[in-house]
T-cell receptor, first 111, second 115 residues
Framework: GDSVTQMEGPVTLSEEAFLTINCTYT??????LFWYVQYPGEGLQLLLK?????DKGSNKGFEATYRKETTSFHLEKGSVQVSDSAVYFC??????????FGGGTRLMVKP | DAGVIQSPRHEVTEMGQEVTLRCKPISGHNSLFWYRQTMMRGLELLIYFNNNVPIDDSGMPEDRFSAKMPNASFSTLKIQPSEPRDSAVYFC?????????????FGPGTRLLVL
């Protein structure tokens, strides 16, 4: 079946550092890929998405490119802020209605 | 626009009691999902509905859990009897329609503690 693997956290960075959170997936066909973010005490919210190979999703300075050849969708940001501290979930949807989530990666940004 | 609304936000109960969690999806959304989040197991899909009809309940842990969607604007998740291992954050989410690229919108969650 479909699966999503994320790097384990926590990831601890200083403010203005470069961020990469790795995400790889296993799926048949051509899934849509998502990054969701969960701030403390809140539900998940969509950060960005990409629906086909080579698409780049971007939002709030975050980017991720759908790489079918490496089955990856790594999340990047050039300069993180303390307010980016949260848990980030990579997910896929493969021609159905259900999202398959990765385990989540906690990001902690120190001032 | 109001997002997904869940109630209660926090629930503390004793083992053996019945617990009912409630969800109001975003108006016009036809798909509704119930998730459970724990430190040990992460985020798990329990059940989802399309047009008020349960489509996949394979994630429901056991017969103590049941979910209903009597109309397009309301759903409940019931645990009877509750056990300490049911302690978790329960999220409801909705999306506008079935489909691979549709965004799911999550509610703020209900934090359940079973003593």
């Amino acid at each position: 079946g479909d699966s999503v693997t994320q790097m384990e956290g926590p990831v601890t960075l200083s403010e203005e550092a470069f961020l990469t959170i790795n995400c790889t997936y296993t799926a048949t066909g051509y899934p849509s890929l998502f990054w969701y973010v969960q701030y403390p005490g809140e539900g998940l919210q969509l950060l960005l998405k990409a629906t086909k190979a080579d698409d780049k999703g971007s939002n709030k300075g975050f980017e991720a490119t759908y790489r079918k050849e490496t089955t990856s969708f790594h999340l990047e940001k050039g300069s993180v802020q303390v307010s980016d501290s949260a848990v980030y979930f990579c997910a896929l949807n493969n021609a159905g209605n259900m999202l398959t989530f990765g385990g989540g990666t906690r990001l902690m940004v120190k001032p | 626009d109001a997002g997904v609304i869940q109630s209660p936000r926090h629930e503390v109960t004793e083992m053996g009691q019945e617990v009912t969690l409630r969800c109001k999806p975003i108006s016009g959304h036809n798909s509704l999902f119930w998730y459970r989040q724990t430190m040990m197991r992460g985020l798990e899909l329990l059940i989802y509905f399309n047009n008020n009809v349960p489509i996949d309940d394979s994630g429901m842990p056991e017969d103590r859990f049941s979910a209903k969607m009597p109309n397009a604007s309301f759903s409940t998740l019931k645990i009877q009897p509750s056990e300490p291992r049911d302690s978790a954050v329960y999220f409801c989410a909705s999306s506008i329609k079935p489909g691979g690229a549709e965004t799911q919108y999550f509610g703020p969650g209900t934090r359940l503690l079973v003593l």
